[in-house]
Protein backbone atom coordinates (compact mmCIF):
# COMPACT_ATOMS: atom_id res chain seq x y z
CA UNK A 1 0.00 0.00 0.00
CA UNK A 2 0.65 3.59 -0.87
CA UNK A 3 2.40 5.60 2.23
CA UNK A 4 -0.43 8.67 2.61
CA UNK A 5 2.34 10.78 4.44
CA UNK A 6 4.35 10.63 1.27
CA UNK A 7 3.49 12.92 -2.04
CA UNK A 8 2.72 11.45 -4.79
CA UNK A 9 5.23 12.42 -7.39
CA UNK A 10 4.20 13.88 -10.37
CA UNK A 11 4.66 11.77 -13.98
CA UNK A 12 6.95 13.34 -16.48
CA UNK A 13 5.77 15.47 -18.74
CA UNK A 14 5.69 13.84 -22.52
CA UNK A 15 7.64 15.37 -24.74
CA UNK A 16 6.43 18.13 -27.45
CA UNK A 17 7.43 18.78 -30.57
CA UNK A 18 5.97 21.02 -33.57
CA UNK A 19 6.35 20.86 -36.95
CA UNK A 20 8.85 24.07 -38.06
CA UNK A 21 8.07 25.04 -42.02
CA UNK A 22 11.11 27.94 -43.04
CA UNK A 23 10.06 28.63 -46.42
CA UNK A 24 9.16 32.74 -47.63
CA UNK A 25 6.88 34.72 -49.12
CA UNK A 26 9.58 35.89 -51.13
CA UNK A 27 10.66 32.40 -52.56
CA UNK A 28 7.21 31.48 -53.67
CA UNK A 29 6.24 34.64 -55.79
CA UNK A 30 8.97 33.79 -58.55
CA UNK A 31 7.75 30.52 -58.87
CA UNK A 32 4.20 31.01 -58.48
CA UNK A 33 4.73 33.43 -61.46
CA UNK A 34 6.51 30.57 -63.56
CA UNK A 35 4.00 28.12 -62.88
CA UNK A 36 1.24 30.32 -64.10
CA UNK A 37 3.03 31.39 -67.09
CA UNK A 38 3.55 28.04 -68.03
CA UNK A 39 0.54 27.26 -67.38
CA UNK A 40 -1.27 29.40 -69.50
CA UNK A 41 1.01 28.73 -72.42
CA UNK A 42 0.47 25.16 -71.91
CA UNK A 43 -3.59 25.66 -72.18
CA UNK A 44 -3.58 24.30 -68.29
CA UNK A 45 -1.23 20.86 -68.57
CA UNK A 46 1.68 22.30 -67.03
CA UNK A 47 -1.02 22.35 -63.79
CA UNK A 48 0.12 19.11 -62.71
CA UNK A 49 3.93 19.76 -62.76
CA UNK A 50 3.24 22.85 -60.76
CA UNK A 51 1.39 21.00 -58.04
CA UNK A 52 4.63 18.36 -57.42
CA UNK A 53 7.37 20.91 -57.32
CA UNK A 54 5.21 22.95 -55.19
CA UNK A 55 4.74 19.98 -53.14
CA UNK A 56 8.16 18.78 -53.03
CA UNK A 57 9.42 22.32 -52.46
CA UNK A 58 7.18 23.10 -49.48
CA UNK A 59 7.46 19.41 -48.30
CA UNK A 60 11.31 19.42 -48.28
CA UNK A 61 10.82 22.83 -45.85
CA UNK A 62 8.80 21.24 -43.39
CA UNK A 63 10.76 19.39 -40.68
CA UNK A 64 9.47 17.22 -37.57
CA UNK A 65 12.17 16.73 -34.67
CA UNK A 66 14.52 18.13 -37.11
CA UNK A 67 13.53 15.93 -39.70
CA UNK A 68 12.49 16.83 -43.44
CA UNK A 69 9.22 15.51 -45.18
CA UNK A 70 9.72 14.42 -48.67
CA UNK A 71 7.22 14.28 -51.46
CA UNK A 72 7.17 11.42 -54.02
CA UNK A 73 4.72 12.19 -56.23
CA UNK A 74 5.18 12.76 -60.07
CA UNK A 75 3.58 14.85 -62.81
CA UNK A 76 2.45 12.46 -65.17
CA UNK A 77 0.22 10.61 -62.43
CA UNK A 78 -1.64 13.39 -61.49
CA UNK A 79 -2.31 13.96 -65.37
CA UNK A 80 -3.72 10.55 -66.08
CA UNK A 81 -5.34 10.77 -62.85
CA UNK A 82 -7.14 13.95 -64.14
CA UNK A 83 -7.80 12.40 -67.99
CA UNK A 84 -9.64 9.59 -66.40
CA UNK A 85 -11.56 11.56 -64.33
CA UNK A 86 -12.51 13.14 -67.45
CA UNK A 87 -13.22 10.41 -69.29
CA UNK A 88 -15.92 8.91 -66.29
CA UNK A 89 -17.28 12.12 -65.56
CA UNK A 90 -16.93 15.10 -67.73
CA UNK A 91 -17.90 13.34 -70.61
CA UNK A 92 -21.07 11.58 -69.78
CA UNK A 93 -22.28 15.12 -68.09
CA UNK A 94 -20.74 16.52 -72.10
CA UNK A 95 -23.13 14.00 -73.92
CA UNK A 96 -26.38 14.33 -72.19
CA UNK A 97 -26.61 18.49 -71.10
CA UNK A 98 -24.90 19.10 -75.35
CA UNK A 99 -26.12 16.22 -77.18
CA UNK A 100 -28.73 15.06 -75.99
CA UNK A 101 -30.85 17.44 -74.53
CA UNK A 102 -30.47 20.01 -77.64
CA UNK A 103 -31.55 16.46 -79.72
CA UNK A 104 -34.92 16.14 -77.63
CA UNK A 105 -36.32 19.68 -77.96
CA UNK A 106 -35.62 19.15 -81.79
CA UNK A 107 -37.40 15.83 -81.73
CA UNK A 108 -39.06 15.42 -78.58
CA UNK A 109 -39.46 11.50 -78.63
CA UNK A 110 -40.88 9.93 -75.67
CA UNK A 111 -38.29 7.33 -75.14
CA UNK A 112 -35.70 9.50 -75.80
CA UNK A 113 -37.06 12.26 -72.68
CA UNK A 114 -37.56 8.77 -70.52
CA UNK A 115 -33.44 8.13 -70.85
CA UNK A 116 -32.49 11.84 -70.26
CA UNK A 117 -34.92 11.94 -67.37
CA UNK A 118 -33.07 8.51 -65.98
CA UNK A 119 -29.53 10.33 -66.81
CA UNK A 120 -30.55 13.84 -64.85
CA UNK A 121 -31.05 11.97 -62.04
CA UNK A 122 -28.44 9.55 -61.79
CA UNK A 123 -25.72 12.99 -62.37
CA UNK A 124 -27.53 14.66 -59.75
CA UNK A 125 -27.03 11.23 -57.20
CA UNK A 126 -23.27 10.62 -58.91
CA UNK A 127 -21.65 14.12 -58.59
CA UNK A 128 -21.96 14.84 -54.53
CA UNK A 129 -21.34 10.77 -54.26
CA UNK A 130 -18.08 11.31 -56.45
CA UNK A 131 -17.11 14.19 -54.29
CA UNK A 132 -16.80 12.25 -51.21
CA UNK A 133 -14.90 9.85 -53.31
CA UNK A 134 -13.15 12.17 -55.02
CA UNK A 135 -11.44 13.50 -51.69
CA UNK A 136 -11.11 10.13 -50.04
CA UNK A 137 -8.81 9.10 -53.08
CA UNK A 138 -6.93 12.27 -53.17
CA UNK A 139 -6.23 11.45 -49.61
CA UNK A 140 -4.80 8.12 -50.38
CA UNK A 141 -2.27 9.46 -53.35
CA UNK A 142 -1.00 12.14 -50.72
CA UNK A 143 -0.26 10.25 -48.02
CA UNK A 144 1.31 7.43 -49.58
CA UNK A 145 3.61 10.41 -51.34
CA UNK A 146 4.64 11.61 -48.35
CA UNK A 147 7.16 9.94 -46.46
CA UNK A 148 9.54 10.82 -43.12
CA UNK A 149 12.85 9.31 -42.53
CA UNK A 150 12.02 7.02 -45.44
CA UNK A 151 8.97 5.91 -43.95
CA UNK A 152 5.96 6.75 -46.38
CA UNK A 153 2.14 7.01 -45.26
CA UNK A 154 -0.65 4.78 -46.14
CA UNK A 155 -4.71 5.34 -46.31
CA UNK A 156 -6.48 1.96 -46.07
CA UNK A 157 -9.78 1.57 -46.39
CA UNK A 158 -12.09 2.16 -49.85
CA UNK A 159 -12.99 5.41 -51.25
CA UNK A 160 -16.13 4.01 -53.11
CA UNK A 161 -17.43 2.73 -49.39
CA UNK A 162 -16.77 5.76 -47.86
CA UNK A 163 -18.61 7.75 -50.64
CA UNK A 164 -21.44 5.47 -49.90
CA UNK A 165 -21.29 6.44 -46.37
CA UNK A 166 -20.86 9.82 -47.12
CA UNK A 167 -24.33 10.30 -49.23
CA UNK A 168 -25.92 7.94 -46.68
CA UNK A 169 -24.96 10.70 -43.67
CA UNK A 170 -25.71 13.68 -45.73
CA UNK A 171 -29.64 12.34 -46.79
CA UNK A 172 -29.92 11.83 -42.78
CA UNK A 173 -28.64 15.29 -42.34
CA UNK A 174 -31.08 16.70 -44.54
CA UNK A 175 -34.14 14.82 -42.94
CA UNK A 176 -33.22 15.79 -39.64
CA UNK A 177 -32.80 19.46 -40.46
CA UNK A 178 -28.96 19.80 -40.56
CA UNK A 179 -28.52 18.15 -36.75
CA UNK A 180 -27.46 15.48 -37.59
CA UNK A 181 -24.12 17.26 -39.20
CA UNK A 182 -21.64 16.95 -36.48
CA UNK A 183 -22.39 13.04 -36.43
CA UNK A 184 -22.13 12.84 -40.10
CA UNK A 185 -18.72 14.76 -39.93
CA UNK A 186 -17.39 12.38 -36.69
CA UNK A 187 -18.18 9.70 -38.28
CA UNK A 188 -16.23 10.37 -41.44
CA UNK A 189 -13.29 11.62 -39.67
CA UNK A 190 -12.99 8.30 -37.76
CA UNK A 191 -13.55 6.90 -41.11
CA UNK A 192 -10.42 8.56 -42.92
CA UNK A 193 -8.30 8.14 -39.70
CA UNK A 194 -8.49 4.97 -38.50
CA UNK A 195 -7.73 4.29 -41.99
CA UNK A 196 -4.44 6.14 -42.26
CA UNK A 197 -1.11 4.47 -41.27
CA UNK A 198 2.57 6.00 -40.81
CA UNK A 199 4.35 2.77 -42.43
CA UNK A 200 3.33 -0.25 -40.18
CA UNK A 201 1.32 2.21 -37.33
CA UNK A 202 -1.57 3.25 -37.86
CA UNK A 203 -3.58 6.27 -36.86
CA UNK A 204 -6.58 6.08 -34.39
CA UNK A 205 -9.92 8.81 -33.87
CA UNK A 206 -12.40 8.38 -31.49
CA UNK A 207 -13.74 11.73 -31.92
CA UNK A 208 -17.75 11.91 -31.62
CA UNK A 209 -21.03 14.01 -33.27
CA UNK A 210 -21.48 14.78 -29.41
CA UNK A 211 -18.15 17.20 -29.20
CA UNK A 212 -18.69 19.19 -32.14
CA UNK A 213 -22.94 19.60 -31.66
CA UNK A 214 -22.21 22.46 -29.06
CA UNK A 215 -20.38 24.56 -32.04
CA UNK A 216 -23.09 23.02 -34.57
CA UNK A 217 -26.10 24.93 -32.28
CA UNK A 218 -24.20 28.11 -32.27
CA UNK A 219 -23.75 28.08 -35.76
CA UNK A 220 -28.00 26.60 -36.35
CA UNK A 221 -28.98 29.80 -33.76
CA UNK A 222 -26.56 32.20 -34.36
CA UNK A 223 -26.79 32.10 -38.06
CA UNK A 224 -31.00 33.18 -38.65
CA UNK A 225 -30.53 35.83 -35.34
CA UNK A 226 -27.02 37.74 -36.88
CA UNK A 227 -28.96 37.83 -40.55
CA UNK A 228 -32.29 38.85 -38.94
CA UNK A 229 -30.41 41.86 -37.01
CA UNK A 230 -28.35 43.11 -39.97
CA UNK A 231 -31.42 42.86 -42.60
CA UNK A 232 -33.25 44.99 -39.70
CA UNK A 233 -30.67 47.60 -38.93
CA UNK A 234 -29.32 47.82 -42.55
CA UNK A 235 -33.21 47.73 -44.04
CA UNK A 236 -33.67 50.37 -41.12
CA UNK A 237 -31.05 52.78 -42.53
CA UNK A 238 -32.04 52.39 -46.25
CA UNK A 239 -35.68 53.07 -45.78
CA UNK A 240 -34.59 55.71 -43.81
CA UNK A 241 -32.76 57.41 -46.91
CA UNK A 242 -34.97 56.51 -49.26
CA UNK A 243 -37.70 58.15 -46.98
CA UNK A 244 -35.40 61.22 -46.79
CA UNK A 245 -34.72 60.96 -50.99
CA UNK A 246 -38.79 60.97 -51.24
CA UNK A 247 -39.27 64.39 -49.25
CA UNK A 248 -36.42 66.02 -50.70
CA UNK A 249 -37.13 65.44 -54.13
CA UNK A 250 -33.69 63.38 -54.99
CA UNK A 251 -36.55 60.43 -55.67
CA UNK A 252 -39.21 61.24 -58.29
CA UNK A 253 -41.24 59.74 -59.78
CA UNK A 254 -42.77 55.87 -60.00
CA UNK A 255 -39.62 54.37 -61.30
CA UNK A 256 -37.06 55.93 -59.05
CA UNK A 257 -39.46 54.80 -55.88
CA UNK A 258 -40.43 51.09 -57.88
CA UNK A 259 -36.37 50.42 -57.84
CA UNK A 260 -35.90 52.07 -54.72
CA UNK A 261 -38.30 49.26 -53.27
CA UNK A 262 -37.27 46.28 -55.58
CA UNK A 263 -33.17 47.34 -54.06
CA UNK A 264 -35.39 47.29 -50.20
CA UNK A 265 -36.93 43.79 -51.24
CA UNK A 266 -33.19 42.47 -51.98
CA UNK A 267 -32.32 43.00 -47.82
CA UNK A 268 -33.57 39.75 -46.85
CA UNK A 269 -30.34 38.41 -48.49
CA UNK A 270 -28.05 39.92 -45.63
CA UNK A 271 -29.46 36.96 -43.20
CA UNK A 272 -27.14 34.59 -46.29
CA UNK A 273 -24.07 36.63 -44.77
CA UNK A 274 -23.19 35.15 -41.06
CA UNK A 275 -23.36 31.91 -43.07
CA UNK A 276 -20.14 31.67 -43.77
CA UNK A 277 -18.29 33.21 -41.04
CA UNK A 278 -20.17 30.63 -38.54
CA UNK A 279 -19.23 28.01 -40.71
CA UNK A 280 -15.58 29.40 -40.50
CA UNK A 281 -16.11 29.45 -36.97
CA UNK A 282 -17.40 25.73 -36.46
CA UNK A 283 -14.97 23.71 -39.03
CA UNK A 284 -12.25 25.83 -36.27
CA UNK A 285 -13.79 24.25 -33.32
CA UNK A 286 -13.85 21.06 -35.33
CA UNK A 287 -10.25 20.85 -36.34
CA UNK A 288 -9.68 21.13 -32.68
CA UNK A 289 -11.96 18.47 -31.53
CA UNK A 290 -10.80 16.32 -34.65
CA UNK A 291 -6.96 16.44 -33.55
CA UNK A 292 -7.78 15.98 -29.73
CA UNK A 293 -8.99 12.76 -30.14
CA UNK A 294 -6.65 11.30 -32.73
CA UNK A 295 -3.76 9.75 -31.47
CA UNK A 296 -0.61 7.55 -33.13
CA UNK A 297 0.76 5.34 -30.76
CA UNK A 298 1.39 7.11 -28.04
CA UNK A 299 1.27 10.26 -30.11
CA UNK A 300 -1.10 13.01 -29.18
CA UNK A 301 -1.89 15.80 -30.96
CA UNK A 302 -3.77 19.14 -30.42
CA UNK A 303 -4.18 22.54 -31.73
CA UNK A 304 -3.33 25.80 -29.18
CA UNK A 305 -5.42 28.29 -31.23
CA UNK A 306 -8.12 30.79 -30.64
CA UNK A 307 -10.63 30.80 -32.63
CA UNK A 308 -10.67 34.11 -34.01
CA UNK A 309 -6.72 33.06 -35.27
CA UNK A 310 -8.55 29.96 -37.03
CA UNK A 311 -11.01 32.65 -38.50
CA UNK A 312 -9.06 35.06 -39.69
CA UNK A 313 -6.92 32.16 -40.83
CA UNK A 314 -9.39 31.31 -42.87
CA UNK A 315 -10.83 33.99 -44.23
CA UNK A 316 -6.97 35.00 -45.41
CA UNK A 317 -6.96 31.89 -47.49
CA UNK A 318 -10.32 32.86 -49.03
CA UNK A 319 -9.09 36.50 -49.95
CA UNK A 320 -5.02 35.08 -51.38
CA UNK A 321 -7.63 32.46 -53.82
CA UNK A 322 -9.83 35.53 -54.81
CA UNK A 323 -7.65 38.15 -55.27
CA UNK A 324 -5.12 35.97 -57.28
CA UNK A 325 -8.22 33.93 -59.25
CA UNK A 326 -7.48 31.06 -57.90
CA UNK A 327 -4.00 30.44 -58.62
CA UNK A 328 -2.28 31.71 -55.72
CA UNK A 329 -2.81 27.97 -53.94
CA UNK A 330 1.12 27.71 -53.19
CA UNK A 331 0.37 30.51 -50.90
CA UNK A 332 -2.51 29.01 -49.28
CA UNK A 333 -0.42 25.72 -48.35
CA UNK A 334 2.14 27.69 -47.15
CA UNK A 335 -0.10 29.04 -44.57
CA UNK A 336 -1.57 26.22 -43.95
CA UNK A 337 2.05 24.44 -43.53
CA UNK A 338 3.03 27.73 -41.34
CA UNK A 339 -0.63 28.07 -39.46
CA UNK A 340 0.43 23.73 -38.53
CA UNK A 341 3.98 25.23 -37.23
CA UNK A 342 2.75 27.94 -34.99
CA UNK A 343 -0.30 25.94 -33.09
CA UNK A 344 -0.12 22.00 -33.79
CA UNK A 345 1.78 20.40 -30.52
CA UNK A 346 2.58 16.74 -31.11
CA UNK A 347 3.09 15.41 -27.48
CA UNK A 348 4.01 11.55 -26.62
CA UNK A 349 6.90 9.31 -27.79
CA UNK A 350 7.12 6.67 -29.88
CA UNK A 351 9.93 4.24 -30.85
CA UNK A 352 10.01 4.92 -35.01
CA UNK A 353 12.94 2.40 -35.14
CA UNK A 354 10.10 -0.14 -34.87
CA UNK A 355 7.70 1.35 -37.35
CA UNK A 356 8.23 -0.36 -40.61
CA UNK A 357 7.39 0.45 -44.27
CA UNK A 358 3.91 1.20 -45.54
CA UNK A 359 2.61 -2.31 -47.36
CA UNK A 360 1.82 -0.72 -50.25
CA UNK A 361 3.02 2.16 -52.25
CA UNK A 362 -0.63 3.39 -52.97
CA UNK A 363 -2.49 4.04 -56.08
CA UNK A 364 -0.52 4.50 -59.26
CA UNK A 365 -2.39 7.71 -60.50
CA UNK A 366 -3.17 10.94 -58.80
CA UNK A 367 -5.95 12.60 -57.47
CA UNK A 368 -8.13 12.94 -60.70
CA UNK A 369 -11.53 13.44 -59.36
CA UNK A 370 -10.57 15.62 -55.98
CA UNK A 371 -8.70 18.17 -59.25
CA UNK A 372 -12.40 18.15 -60.69
CA UNK A 373 -14.07 18.55 -58.09
CA UNK A 374 -11.62 20.74 -55.55
CA UNK A 375 -12.18 18.59 -52.52
CA UNK A 376 -9.56 20.10 -50.10
CA UNK A 377 -5.62 20.40 -50.96
CA UNK A 378 -3.53 18.74 -48.67
CA UNK A 379 -3.04 16.52 -45.68
CA UNK A 380 -4.62 17.23 -42.78
CA UNK A 381 -7.44 15.99 -39.91
Known sequence: ?????????????????????????????????????????????????????????????????????VYLGRP?????????AMVLVVAPVVVLNVVLLPQAEGDPDA????????????????????????????????????????????????????????????MVTGVTLLWFYPWQRAKLARERLQNAWFGSL????????RDLVGAFAIMWFGIPVLGMILALVVGGLFAGLVAGGVMSGEIEGETDLNQAVWALQLLPLLMYLPLG?????????????????????????????????????????????LLTLATGWIYVQRRQLKFWERFLVVSGDIDFAA???????????????????DTGFEIGF
Open 202 to 209: KFDCDVEG
Open 277 to 321: LFYIIYRGHELRHVAKHTSFGEVRFEFTYGIWQYVGYAVGNIAIL
Open 111 to 170: GLMAGIAALSVVQAIAIPYLIFVGGYAARRYRLSRTAWRGIRGRQAGSAWTYGLWGMLYA
Open 1 to 69: MSDPTVAPVDAPPSPQARLSHDSTVAELVPMHLKFLALTLLTLGVYHFWARTHARRFLWSRTRLLDEPF
Open 355 to 373: VGQAADTGPRTGEGLAELF
Open 76 to 84: VELLVGFVV
